[in-house]
């Protein structure tokens, strides 16, 4: 059984900067890995080589045994297949919560109007929003748009989920709610790569922790691991100063 998500020897530059360097690793079926490190370290970056929001320039990502940047990579196949949750939400303001989401399920995988209704609901339902189907975005809380963005990229039953610091843009007593339909998934053993800051979901959740700093994995290690003795120094010094906060 091939790994979900597999980096071999990545390397990206912006111009003279390199990004992300010989990054090799593998995220495994229904595994849930949690991107940490100091801001600017390539977490973001890595995790948008996957679904190609990011090209990279040498090495090469199988996503599901296929080549992400191959010749014959189907791109709109491929983003249909990679659920992908933004720090900004990125709903559409002129369309109700419903709408939202089954706008892509009806034009990209084709689902009849009242089968992609009949999700929708149901996956607000498990975000806890069904009350606010036909509300518009403008209506809802930072924590509800992005759950109503979390549904809507599992309104294309995606093998995996990507999560770009989901959180970061929420006012802290939102942060939870959030946190928490993504406990949810990753208990439904979804695959799912997250950044983000928040140490204790970090520590509840993850399966495993790569620790990245200057576009390099430093360490890959399970979270008990992490958060008690971490083994490489610039980690050990993360934990230290979160520690100290």
């Known amino acids: 059984m091939h ?32 991107l940490c490190g100091p ?13 190609r929001l990011e090209d990279i320039q040498k090495g090469q990502i199988l996503f599901d045994g296929q080549d992400v940047n191959g010749t014959d990579a189907n791109l709109n196949r491929l983003r249909s297949r ?16 419903l709408d939202n989401i089954i706008l892509t399920p009806t034009k990209v995988r084709g689902l009849k109007a009242s089968a992609a209704k ?4 149901q996956l607000l339902d498990r975000v806890g929003l069904a009350h606010k189907a ?12 992005q759950r109503v963005a979390i549904a809507r990229a599992l309104a294309m039953e995606p093998p995996v989920m990507l999560f770009d610091e989901p959180t ?37 959740v993850a399966d ?18 992490f958060f008690s003795q971490p083994s490489h120094p610039r980690a050990q010094r993360f934990i230290a100063d979160l520690r100290a906060h």
């Open 118 to 121: 009949a999700q929708a609901l």
């Open 134 to 145: 036909n509300a518009y975005p403008a209506q809802l809380s930072g924590g509800q748009q």
């Open 208 to 225: 495993t922790i790569w620790f990245m700093d200057a576009g390099q994995i430093l360490e890959k290690t399970a979270p008990e691991q």
């Open 3 to 34: 790994p979900m998500i597999m980096f071999s020897s990545i390397n990206k530059w912006y111009g003279e900067y390199q990004a992300l360097t010989n990054i090799t690793a593998e995220v495994k079926r229904g595994e849930v890995v949690v």
């Open 82 to 97: 990679v659920g992908f949750v933004f720090q900004s939400f990125n709903l559409f303001p002129h369309l109700s919560v």
């Open 39 to 51: 801001s600017g370290s390539g977490k973001s970056t890595l995790i948008r080589t996957v679904n």
């Open 168 to 204: 970061s843009a929420l006012d802290p007593e939102m942060v939870g709610e959030v946190l928490s339909v993504m406990k949810g998934l990753a208990k439904e053993g979804m695959t799912m790569m997250c950044v983000t800051h928040e140490m204790n979901f970090a520590r509840e």
